[in-house]
């Protein structure tokens, strides 16, 4: 893994096509209304009786100020009071939820992602944590995989205290630039002593990981200041980092709409900070996960992609890909055995809904036997940079190069451009080829002709 990329721009400028992040597969851009809460009920029950471990998703909506780059499921409000009916609401889906679950099946892994989890008052985020255990097995060794994201304007030490005591141990920090005119140009005004001091609290109360979320190509970055950025997030020293690609997609993200869009970097730009910031944290001794992310050696991440138990699920690259996921909140997705479904992406459509005592699931996927052997292929390429056929054949009982004839010549051109190692027994992703690993993926995407590309960030 030393070898981990190879930076080849030829290969890049050729490959480095608009397409899915593969948090599932299929994804979310196949799910569809005939999916509905009979189909969850009946996921759950085959869950309950195989006793499978849980990994449980809470969304939080609900942010005090935008930022204009944001793609996320949010609630921009300044009143706080917004918050109470939202919970009432999903302390009601957490009870409905868990009566069709067994008690005894173990939480492994908690997150809460928004909008701002921390916008909830510290009695509520007291209260939700309560009830969560009051329903659902949560661990109390400490052992789980317990996270939250935070945002630093929104935390100080009596939060992290707090969620310390509630039983986080994991925190993500959205941080994206320190550059005061590139924050000034997206609307997020923060300060690198806010976040020093947000993650030095989680260092002194023992929070087991930290991670760092950044974001490349935003307005008015340029390759000198955005590895400024990076240099001072080295000297954080977070476990883990997440270098995201800014999307540009104004026209199904009305926030971003207020960017201007001759204040973004050109393509070239953003492909000098990429490389710039690889060399950086390489440097600076972190492994290269896959897609954005980055590791400690010492980090989980990187121990299971050596040891090829890493997975990837909706929550991102993770070691309990295991676990029946089950989100609960607004728009949340769940994966529980072969189904995908999510809920009302509408806040009073998921509030009203389960006012009515119902559920608010409002589409998803049962995968058939093809989707789970695609979805088998692409977790491996994806988590392992590898694929042994032999593997695929005997688990789903079929000869790989005579049920995938069709994309040989496909995979044979990306052996001829070196992004991948090609023979009859399996597929290596090469070092040149791994930041385009979701390039080949798509080739055994079995939906992507019929999409719409322009749905879908670019590779890089």
């Known amino acids: ?55 449980l998703y809470m969304h939080v909506p609900f942010c005090a100020n935008i930022c204009y780059y944001c793609a996320c499921n949010k609630v921009i409000t300044k009143d706080r009071g917004r918050a109470a009916p939202y919970l009432q609401r999903l302390e009601q889906e957490i009870q409905l939820i868990a009566c069709h679950l067994d008690p005894t099946q173990k939480v492994e892994q908690l997150h809460f992602g928004g909008g701002t989890p921390t916008f909830l008052s510290h009695d509520e985020l007291r209260q939700l944590m309560a009830h969560l255990r009051k329903h659902f097995n949560l661990l109390e060794d400490d052992s789980g995989d317990y996270g939250i994201e935070i945002d630093p304007r929104e935390a100080d030490w009596s939060t992290m205290g707090l969620l310390r005591e509630l039983g986080f141990n994991r925190v993500s920090i959205g941080l994206q630039d320190l550059d005061p005119a590139v924050q000034r140009a997206v609307n997020r005004l923060q300060s690198l002593e806010e976040t020093r001091a947000v993650i030095d609290a989680a260092r002194t109360l023992q929070f087991r990981s930290i991670n760092i979320d950044l974001i490349y190509g935003l307005p008015k970055q340029t390759p000198d200041n955005f590895a400024r950025t990076v240099e001072e997030v080295i000297s954080l020293q977070p476990d883990r980092l997440s270098v995201f690609n800014y999307a540009h997609l104004p026209e199904r993200f009305m926030p971003q709409r207020r960017i201007n869009g001759h204040e973004l970097p050109a393509p070239a730009q953003k492909l000098e900070m990429l490389e710039r910031t690889i060399a950086q944290l390489t440097a600076a001794g972190y492994r290269y996960i896959g897609m954005d992310h980055f590791a400690l050696p010492d980090d989980e991440l990187a121990i299971a992609q050596e040891e090829q138990t890493l997975q990837r699920n909706f929550q991102g690259y993770t070691t309990h890909g295991h676990c ?25 459509q998921y509030q ?8 608010a699931t409002s589409r998803g996927l049962v995968c058939n036997a093809d989707d789970r052997l695609r979805r088998d292929v692409i977790q491996q390429l994806i988590c392992n940079f590898s694929l ?36 009859r027994e399996r597929i290596n992703v090469l070092p040149a080829g791994r930041l385009l690993v979701r390039s080949v993926c798509m080739v055994f995407d079995a939906y992507l002709q019929q999409q719409n590309r322009q749905r879908f960030s670019r590779v890089i």
Not at 23 to 47: C, E, I, K, W
Not at 337 to 343: A, E, R, T, V
């Open 352 to 359: 009203n809904t389960l006012a009515s005592a119902q559920l």
């Open 388 to 423: 042994q056929f032999a593997d695929i054949e005997q688990r789903f009982n079929i000869d790989f190069q005579g049920y995938f004839a069709e994309l040989w010549p496909q995979l044979q051109g990306m052996a001829e451009d070196g992004l991948i190692e090609l023979d």
């Open 1 to 55: 893994m030393l070898d981990a990329i190879r930076w080849d721009t030829d290969l890049i400028r050729r490959y480095d096509l608009a397409g899915p992040r593969y948090t599932s597969y299929p994804t979310a851009v196949q799910f569809h209304g005939q999916v509905g809460t009979f189909d969850l009920f009946h996921a759950l029950r085959d869950s309950r009786k195989a006793q499978r471990p849980l990994s």
């Open 324 to 348: 029946d996921l089950i989100g609960l909140g607004v728009s949340a997705i769940s994966q529980i055995g072969d189904l995908y479904c999510q809920n009302a992406s509408d806040l009073n």
